[in-house]
């Protein structure tokens, strides 16, 4: 029985080449990487921005997708996170994964 709500979001064909969709995307699926890993780790926002030299509210946005990092950003997360980063880009398709570094 439906009670209206949405079960599927359709979302329009344009709206997949729009650049910003596709930034927008990229960003989530980056925070939800940084989120995936930090939990692996079991440790808090705030323990994970000390150790990138950031603050909790820092990592909150960037896990929320709201935050595009710069390079710099990247190998400080990489290193926070105990991790390598791998991203793939290919056609309309975005990997963000962190690797636990070898022990």
Not at 4 to 29: F, K, L, N, Q, S
Not at 55 to 72: D, F, H, K, M, Y
Request: aromatic content about 6%; cysteine-free; charged content about 25%.
């Amino acid at each position: 029985m439906s009670r209206g709500y949405h079960t599927r979001w359709e979302i329009p064909d344009e709206h997949r080449v729009d650049p910003a969709y596709i930034e927008a995307g990229d960003a989530i699926a980056f925070g939800q990487a940084v989120y995936d890993r930090r939990k692996e780790l079991g440790i808090s926002q705030v323990e994970l921005a000390r150790r990138a030299q950031m603050t909790q509210p820092q990592i909150s946005r960037l896990e929320g997708g709201g935050t595009v990092p710069t390079i710099a950003l990247l190998h400080r997360l990489a290193t926070a996170l105990e991790s390598t980063l791998a991203i793939s880009l290919t056609g309309d398709e975005t990997s963000v994964v962190f690797r636990a570094n070898a022990a």
